[in-house]
């Protein structure tokens, strides 16, 4: 046997493993670090005591206590809206589906910060909803929990129910089961798996949500995230916020790993059989209902949020949007919202590229197949290692970003590349996730079929993968792109005065007194959750499976 | 030339493939015949170049091809299941070889049109993989693989993925399209009567070894030991007295141990052996019978269908010399039992 053999699967695996592993060990794992060390060190010397003291605080109980408390109530009303939704979505066929499908599908990937303001816009005093008085309650952040991630139970489970097979159903239909009885003896047992990953992961999303809880909190509820953020820029205490960044990583690790065994297994990429959707028929009254609600209360907060930015002074105008070219009243603003856009938008095509070639390579490593137990084990833990970003709060990693890489030898401070590189990384989990599915279902031998018929490596890749993922790849992109457009815990850190993104502007225009102010904010928010919406309108039209299917 | 020394390949230390001596000639088809679970695609697989032996040599024409990478082999796999590319075209698929070396134009439209009439298949080169049946899927899979005169094509159970009918005309066909490119063949198969079909040598592997190897005639003859006899379609291995009892009867010399096809036994006026039927079934070609015979114990046999003898009816039988295979001492074990077909 010669060297070559031997060594030429490690080596290549090692090359292609050594850039996301550098970039994920600089960009991410420093800066994390960097934060705790700043925590944990106090004055020079190693001090844990302290973080034990801020974990003992009241207020501390108080915010735990609620992180969890919301995410877990959202996390059921989430699963229970979003169920019939999924079935009646995915399982029937009826004119205006797609349409309805995708529609549920953009909350998830509005900007926090523009759901904050809608459901301000849709509770506070003024607003349609205001008769409730739920502004700043904790009824309002749940709702903004729910509407956010209702989408992610549709996705998860709808396509579970997808690729049922429908013949256990029509057995114990044969054997006299009634439609309810098939639903809870054969169904739902079926889907429990699809159900309980989709609940870990909005549960997860719940738990570590930012700007929903921000703009909607205040300063009367604060979840560990807002906590962090708070401790860190208007208190300045760090030690408390290293404390509660170490106590959410240990926590949302733990539940990734919950999550990743429950993991419903991948439908595969290339074969998967579907059964035909069928047309409504009269048990699926109750569903299609459910889903009707549903559609009216995601669509409530957007619809309160356009018509509000298009109401000046109790008539119709255009002025919220003609202002967005001046910089507010009071000067709000160090730019016109139109420059923040132009800024927003360059750096989610830097944050794009970046995500994507990083998750593809990532992607690759870990879906080869592996010869060895060690080759094996190498692959699923860096696996794990690059689903790291989803564990730790883009607060954390945006404070990290600023207190490590601001000093020789990494000095990005006034790098272009800051904003684009978090916003990438906070995206990489949702690039892979979308790509590993669909590289992990195709079968090894075409490959090897391919490498028989005399095709290289490149070749093999060319005609075997290339053709399955070209279209999550794009998915991929589209998905990564909003994210960044929205992307919001880490940038409030990072961008610089002069060139704020976006959400970045209209946080600070909410912020800010005078009616126009808020108005523009309304204005802002429409147009980005417009851009948001084109952008995801058109990866749904790429019908990929694995999109935001965790 | 395909020459395999000592071949051995390991999964993380579990031995798949143990110490496997094999020759291969060019122009012929050789079948690896074993259980599931036997190595014998791992085998396969290490030959392609899949796999890495972790101990032996495995060359080409006097030359090592260790270090040498499946695309470089020169020798085309053909899967249990196909593995056509369902984005490409049959004619693309089948082109896909000629492609990579570089072929263009015309010449590649030929040699496409010119295999798929031979696969049967001509006309079909506009089709797409997913509108083909399963036995059209495999002949074009079968034709892509031959479409660069490989020196070796490997083929992985190429027919098991199909239904009984299509797998026994496929197997012939195999044979005369195999023969017709002068094509040399490593064929894995757990189906003997495939194996017979396309083969002109037979290894018989079990745990990993090749237990036996030989011109498919010879081993089919002359099984080595009672476990492979059965696995060669051997109906029962008889032991000791009963194995004297029915060579005696097909006038041939007394051995330890035989073993038995199911139709070696027939009724017969003038067989010298009398049995006792102890259930009958008919087959659209003869009944098939088990019958008691003193000295030898409950055995198959067969009857013409004019002839259907109930239970506890005597009947003469003959036994046909052909169909008995005489097991070597060697492949004995210490203590003779009576085995059958599970």
């Known amino acids: 046997m010669t060297l070559g053999t031997r060594w030429s699967r490690p080596l290549t695996l090692a090359g292609l493993a050594v850039v996301p592993v550098a970039v994920l060990g600089v ?41 969890v408390w919301s ?20 399982r029937l066929r009826f004119p205006g589906r797609d349409l309805v499908r995708a529609a549920l599908l953009v909350p998830f990937v509005l900007p926090t910060v523009v759901v904050g303001v809608a459901f301000r816009q849709l509770l506070g005093e003024a607003g349609p909803l205001g008769f409730l008085r739920l502004d700043g309650t904790a009824i309002a952040i749940l709702a903004g929990l729910v509407f956010f991630n209702v ?41 429990r798996p699809a159900i309980v990953s989709a609940a870990s992961v909005v549960f997860l999303f719940c738990a570590t949500a930012f700007g929903v809880v921000l703009t909607l909190g205040g300063l009367r509820y604060s979840s560990v995230e807002t906590e962090i953020y708070l401790l860190t820029t208007n208190l300045l205490d760090l ?59 995601v669509a409530a907060p957007i619809a309160t949020l356009v018509s509000g930015s298009l109401h000046v002074d109790g008539g119709w105008s255009l002025d919220n949007y003609r202002a967005l070219t ?111 599915p669909v590289l992990a279902g195709i079968n090894d031998r075409q490959r090897q079929a391919a490498a028989s018929l005399g095709a290289g490596p490149l070749r093999a890749v060319l005609t075997v993968d290339l053709p399955v993922v070209w279209k999550p790849l794009l998915a991929a992109s589209g998905f990564a792109f909003a994210a960044s457009l929205g992307e919001f815990g880490a940038t409030s850190f990072l961008a610089r005065d002069d060139h704020p993104t976006v959400p970045i502007v209209i946080y600070r225009l909410i912020g800010h007194p005078g009616p126009m102010n808020f108005g523009m904010a309304l204005a802002a928010s429409v147009v980005l959750a417009a851009t948001t919406t084109v952008v995801m309108l058109v990866v749904e039209r790429l019908r990929v499976p694995s999109v935001g299917a965790f | 030339m395909l020459t395999l020394d000592d071949v051995s390949v390991d999964y993380d230390g579990v031995p798949a493939v143990v110490d496997v001596t094999l020759d291969l000639p060019d122009g012929e088809v050789l079948a690896v015949l074993g259980p599931s679970g036997c190595g014998k695609s791992t085998l396969l697989r290490a030959v392609a170049g899949l796999e890495t032996p972790s101990a032996g040599r495995i060359g080409w024409d006097g030359h090592d091809l260790a270090g040498v990478p499946t695309h470089k082999r020169g020798f085309a796999l053909m899967f249990q299941d196909g593995q056509l590319f369902s984005h490409l075209t049959v004619g693309r698929n089948v082109g896909y070889a000629l492609r990579i070396r570089r072929v263009r134009g015309p ?16 006309g079909y080169a506009g089709r797409l993989p997913a509108t083909l049946s399963g036995g059209e899927r495999q002949r074009v899979a079968l034709a892509r693989s031959l479409a660069v005169e490989p020196r070796l094509i490997l083929l992985d159970e190429p027919l098991s993925a199909l239904d009984a009918g299509l797998r026994e005309r496929l197997a012939a066909e195999l044979r005369e399209i ?10 894995v198969t757990h189906d003997h009567e495939e194996a017979f079909t396309v083969a002109d040598r037979l290894a018989v592997m079990r745990g990993g070894r090749v237990v036996q190897s030989g011109p498919i005639a010879e081993v089919w003859r002359g099984p080595a030991d009672p476990e492979t006899a059965l696995f060669l379609g051997y109906a029962r291995v008889l032991h000791g007295d009963a194995a004297g009892v029915l060579l005696g009867a097909a006038a041939m010399p007394p051995a330890p141990a035989v073993a038995v096809r199911r139709s070696a036994l027939i009724a017969s006026p003038d067989g010298p052996l009398l049995g006792e039927v102890v259930s009958g079934r008919a087959t659209p070609e003869q009944v098939r019978l088990v019958v008691a015979v003193p000295g030898v114990g409950e055995i198959d046999a067969v009857a013409p269908l004019d002839l259907h003898p109930g239970p506890g009816e005597r009947l003469r039988l003959a036994v046909e010399a052909a169909k008995l295979a005489v097991i070597p001492a060697g492949g004995l074990p210490a203590a003779g039992a009576h085995s059958r077909d599970p």
């Open chain 1, 239 to 297: 030690q408390a916020a290293a404390a509660l960044s170490i106590l959410q990583l240990v926590a949302v690790a733990a539940l990734l790993l919950v999550a990743g065994r429950l993991r419903a297994v991948p439908g595969g990429g290339a074969d998967r059989v579907v059964a035909r959707p069928r047309r409504p028929a009269r048990g699926d009254t109750a569903a299609l209902v459910a889903t009707t609600v549903l559609l009216v209360l």
């Open chain 1, 27 to 67: 960009f991410f794992v420093l800066p994390v670090a960097g934060m705790l060390h700043e925590g944990f060190w106090a004055d020079g010397s190693f001090d844990p005591g302290a973080v034990l003291e801020v974990l003992g605080r009241p207020r501390v109980h108080r915010v735990v206590w609620f992180t």
């Open chain 2, 178 to 187: 195999l023969r017709a490119a002068g094509t040399t063949a490593l064929m």
């Open chain 1, 71 to 90: 995410a877990t109530v959202a996390t059921v009303v989430a699963v229970l809206l979003g169920l019939p939704a999924a079935h009646a979505l995915h």
């Open chain 1, 326 to 436: 001046t910089d507010g009243t009071h000067q709000a603003l160090l730019v016109p919202v139109t420059d923040a856009l132009v800024t927003s938008l360059r750096t989610a095509v830097d944050a794009t590229w970046m995500s994507l070639s990083m998750g593809l390579l990532v992607a690759f490593v870990v879906t080869r197949r592996s010869r060895s137990r060690a080759e094996r084990r190498v692959r699923s833990g860096l696996d794990g290692f690059f689903m790291l970003p989803l564990g730790v709060s883009a607060v954390t990693l945006g404070f990290g970003f600023l207190i490590t890489l601001d000093h020789p030898p990494i000095d990005l401070r006034d790098s272009p590349f800051l904003v684009p590189i978090a916003q990438a990384l906070v995206a990489l989990p949702l690039v892979v996730r979308t790509i590993v």
């Open chain 2, 107 to 122: 010449q590649v439209e030929r040699r496409v049109a010119e295999l798929l009439e031979l696969v049967g298949l001509a």
């Open chain 1, 151 to 191: 989408a992610l139970v549709i996705r998860g489970v709808g396509t579970a129910w997808e690729s049922l097979d429908p013949r256990p159903a029509e057995a114990a239909a044969a054997l006299g089961a009634g439609p309810v009885q098939v639903f809870w003896t054969v169904t739902l047992p079926a889907l």
